[in-house]
């Protein structure tokens, strides 16, 4: 299947290569030709231009190498990569899986005056910069590189890294584990955006004394669930700390629950005393 892949790929080079309009399409690099033809790709897909999108700039050298030769963006991130090239020959920047540009680069050492055109390269002549604006919506380890004959193998690559948004890990869920006095102690980081719980089981006719200790303002809440319905007996907004007692009127899975909404890691250290 897969030679089957490269197979065509390779005939349909060898077409556009043939074809009177090569020439044509050589002189227009770095242009929008007609509209962009977006196809999802393993490594992302055709973006468009917009206000606020990050610009990342490169240059390239007849030392067959690329400044920077890294790029780490977001999952979902929109970048537009200006690559200059500085030398005296022509070079290209080429997005792509190491598997599929190593494909590419050997078709090029096979067929070296081929010539095509995709929205995830840029064919830049001497002294001039091309443009490519490209959506990572895949995540995972890519890479971009020189595939004209010679480039390629000389190491002329670079790699990109599109890193996933940081998984649920941060938020915690803590089951409650009662000293022999009946006390249970927990400290933790909360970081940006996350939440801690701490959550028990409670016969009815308790009191629990609480009190809790912050790094930054917290949302707070002690909340139970009946049905789909929640019921906080404590809701507290932007605190740093504070204490009170539970009273358990009902036997219930009860939570204290941390929430941070500020954009720093928030220290937190609670103290529960049942009684
Ligand atoms: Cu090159």
Same mark, same amino acid.
Do not use: W
């Given at each position: 299947m897969k030679s089957i892949q490269s197979l065509l790929l390779a005939a349909v080079m060898i077409t556009v290569c043939a074809t009177p309009s090569r020439t044509m399409a050589h002189e227009n690099h770095g242009k929008k030709v007609g509209p962009v033809v977006k196809e999802q790709k393993d490594w992302g897909i055709a973006g468009d231009a917009k206000a606020g999108m990050r610009t990342v700039r490169f240059t390239m050298a007849d030392t067959m190498r690329f400044t920077p030769d890294t790029l780490e963006v977001r999952l979902g991130e929109t970048v537009r990569l200006v690559i200059k090239n500085n030398g005296a020959?022509?070079?290209?920047?080429?997005? +792509? =899986?190491k598997k599929e540009l190593d494909e590419h680069a050997a078709l090029m050492v096979k067929f070296p005056t081929m010539e095509h055109s995709e929205p995830y390269m840029a064919h830049v002549d001497p002294g001039k910069t091309g443009e490519i604006v490209w959506t990572f919506n895949r995540a995972g380890d890519f890479d971009f590189a020189c595939l004209i004959a010679g480039h390629y193998q000389a190491g002329m690559? +670079? =790699?990109v890294k599109v890193l996933a948004a940081t998984p649920a890990a941060g938020a915690e869920v803590v089951t409650i584990h009662w000293s022999g006095e009946g006390r249970f102690m927990h400290k933790s980081t909360i970081a940006p955006g996350k939440f801690v719980e701490l959550c028990g089981k409670l016969p009815a006719g308790l009191k629990v004394r609480w009190d809790f200790d912050a790094?930054?303002?917290?949302?707070?809440?002690?909340?139970?669930?009946?049905g789909k319905e929640v019921v906080?007996?404590?809701?507290?907004?932007?605190v740093s700390n504070a204490k009170d007692v539970l009273d358990t009127r009902i036997e219930q899975d009860y939570c204290w629950m941390w929430s941070n909404k500020s954009a720093a890691p928030a220290s937190l250290s609670v103290k529960l005393q049942r009684g």
């Open positions: 020959m022509r070079h290209e920047f080429v997005l +792509g =899986t690559v +670079g =790699t790094g930054l303002p917290l949302d707070f809440n002690v909340h139970y669930h009946v906080f007996p404590f809701k507290l907004g932007a």
